[in-house]
Structure formats: structure tokens, C-alpha cells
């Protein structure tokens, strides 16, 4: 400052805005791929951005440990990294968006439609308040059945069960 003993500094809020969406909200087990937009509303894209998600506690995919964590799907695009509930995907230099998809995993199982809810997730951006999560829906498929559980309350003991191998094959 030399001699001068004050100065006037402006702060620039570059912080991102963050949000994501659904642009195809339905997956299937033939070929049909749902779609994660993850979109930054800053005109600043010249730095990538790390952009963390969280898989929302209601999704009710499931995996062989039960939980909404991935045999049913995989997720692509966006560089896309993490395990168990915690993702992180990229927006890259020159991008204010990216997209990620969902691809339902081939199996033979009697299944009932599944969600898969992704939650934006604290991190070096602003949160959206109303663009904050998105769903994608797995459809029913399938009618083998491989296990006896009835009950029509309780998901996790419908997958595979000869209720709902009934309930798809009527839907079908």
C-alpha cells in the first residue's frame, strides 16, 4: 500500500450454482437409459468442477447387500467416482453441465419399478433450493421367480417373489 494506509477491495462471488435434474426419467432393462443433468449456472467454466452427490436414502435399487447401492444399475459419464452412498461427478473445463446415466443392469428376477434418487451434496458451489435431487425409476421386469416371501408391504422381500412375478406378468 505504500503510504496509503487503506484500500477498497471488492469480493467477486464466482461460487457456482448447482443443480441437477432428470432429462430421462425411465430406465429399462432392454437398452433404455435414464439420464442425470448436473448443470453449474456460473459463466465462469474456464476451472472444472467437482460437484459431490449423495444417493438419497428413499431409493429403493437394490444390491446383494440389500441396500441402494448397485447390482440393479451402473451410473456413467462425468467422471464419475465413489462408492456406497457418496458419488462425485465432474463438470469439465468449458462445460456448465454433464450428464450421467443409468443403465439397469440385466437380470431375471421379478422385480417391481425401482428408484434410484440422487441428492446434491455440500461441497465448493451454492445448492439449488429447488433443482436439489432427481429421480430415475427402473421399470418393473421380469416374472422368474426365485424365492417364496410374500409380503406386499415390504419391498426388499417382494423382488423375486412369485407376488410380484403375478404383478408384472398381469402389468405385462
Not at 23 to 47: P, V
Not at 104 to 122: M, V
Not at 125 to 130: A, G, P, V
Amino acid at each position: 500500500l505504500g503510504s496509503q494506509q487503506t484500500a477498497t477491495y471488492t469480493i467477486k462471488n464466482d461460487d457456482a450454482l448447482v443443480s441437477i435434474a432428470a432429462s430421462a426419467t425411465k430406465a429399462t432393462e432392454t437398452g433404455t437409459t435414464g439420464t442425470f443433468t448436473i448443470s453449474r449456472s456460473t459463466l465462469d467454466t474456464s476451472a472444472e468442477l467437482m460437484v459431490n452427490l449423495g444417493i438419497d436414502s428413499s431409493s429403493t435399487v437394490t444390491s446383494n447387500d440389500g441396500s441402494a447401492f448397485g447390482v440393479d444399475y451402473s451410473l456413467t459419464g462425468g467422471n464419475i467416482s465413489g462408492t456406497g452412498a457418496t458419488r462425485s461427478v465432474i463438470i469439465p473445463v468449458g462445460m456448465s453441465s454433464v450428464d450421467i446415466s443409468l443403465t439397469a443392469i440385466d437380470d431375471t428376477h421379478a422385480e417391481a419399478d425401482e428408484l434410484l434418487k440422487l441428492n446434491l451434496a455440500a461441497g465448493g458451489y451454492i445448492i439449488d433450493t429447488t433443482k436439489n435431487n432427481a429421480t430415475v425409476t427402473i421399470a418393473a421386469n421380469d416374472t422368474e421367480v426365485i424365492n417364496t416371501n410374500d409380503s406386499s408391504n415390504d419391498y426388499t422381500k417382494r423382488e423375486g417373489s412369485l407376488r410380484q412375478a403375478l404383478i408384472n406378468a398381469n402389468a405385462f
